[in-house]
């Protein structure tokens, strides 16, 4: 059939494009409410009870904290990534406390994973927002569009297409 709807064209020109602004805006406002509550926590000094090194897939190193913060209700122990120079003071042991920050319903970070989670930024929303479309937009299409009945035979596309092979 010559006049048939291509199913790539609708994916990459319609659905895709749709999918990222959808999937960016999404992304951007959980990165958004989570800077927001990064805003608004207490900074203490909580005592390091372990330290751990571990090598990444790609040939890096990342460092790990598990610390224990005092509470109303006794201690609540947490972890988060450090940088390798609080890491080396540790084990050094001429560091025993570390920056940690806490939000009001218990969560905490570490000041180092602090900096991390509070430069997310609007590109990277929109990068991982058109990566997900891209992976959502052939689903959408064959599950959600093409079963669709239309045209003077109230036939779908995937009847059509099945009929044609």
């Not at 900074?43 to 904290?65: D, F, H, L, N």
């Not at 201690?75 to 001429?94: H, K, L, M, N, W």
């Not at 000041?111 to 990068?127: L, Q």
Request: proline residues 5%; glycine residues 10%; hydrophobic residues 40%.
């Amino acid at each position: 059939m010559i006049n048939r709807l291509k199913p790539y064209g609708v994916m990459i020109f319609v659905l895709w494009p749709l999918l990222t602004v959808l999937f960016a805006h999404s992304f951007s406002e959980q990165s958004l409410n989570a800077q927001e509550k990064i805003r608004v926590e207490a900074k203490i000094s909580a005592p390091v009870w372990k330290v751990t090194e571990s090598r990444t897939k790609r040939g890096g190193t990342s460092y790990w904290a598990y610390y224990k913060i005092p509470s109303g209700n006794g201690q609540i122990e947490g972890g988060g990534p450090i940088s390798q120079d609080t890491y080396e003071a540790v084990t050094r042991g001429t560091l025993a406390a570390i920056d940690v920050y806490v939000a009001q319903d218990g969560t905490s970070w570490t000041a180092y994973g602090r900096e991390i989670h509070a430069d997310d930024s609007y590109g990277k929303s929109w990068f991982i927002g058109a990566i997900v479309g891209f992976c959502c937009a052939p689903l959408l299409y064959f599950f959600v569009v093409a079963p669709i009945p239309f045209g003077k035979t109230r036939r779908s596309l995937n009847q059509r297409w099945a009929s044609d092979a």
